[in-house]
């Protein structure tokens, strides 16, 4: 069974940096792509990243050229760095991943458990 395990998340000021992790464990016959959202408090989920399995980078506006996303293969992880963090990107952050987890089954979302990101002075 895959299950994604996302930490990382903390209290930074504004100005910072802090790198998110996701450790997927259980294999996938196939990923389509993994990526990060977030949800802030009284407002929906959005998407921050993508990193699909050809190796093409999706960003939001808001966070474009401030956050990079990555995967180590040899781990199993993928990663979302984030420089010059503003208050407005407080939010639970939450990694996901789209595949098969074997090539009987559909495709299906994997979450992780969310991971706090707060920004403050």
């Known amino acids: 069974q895959v299950q994604l395990e996302d930490s990382g998340g903390g209290l930074v000021q504004p100005g910072g940096s802090l790198t998110l992790s996701c450790k997927r464990s259980?294999?996938?016959?196939?990923?389509?792509?993994m990526g990060w959202y977030r949800q802030a408090p009284g407002k929906q989920r959005e998407l921050v990243a993508q990193l699909f399995s050809r190796g093409f980078k999706k960003y939001a506006d808001s966070i474009e050229g401030r956050a990079t996303i990555s995967r180590d293969d040899v781990r199993d992880t993928m990663y979302l760095q984030m420089n010059s963090l503003k208050p407005e990107d407080t939010a639970v952050y939450y990694c996901n991943a789209r595949g098969q987890p074997n090539f009987e089954e559909p495709e299906a979302d994997y979450w992780g458990q969310g991971t706090q990101v707060t920004v403050s002075s």
């Open positions: 259980g294999s996938m016959y196939r990923t389509n792509y």
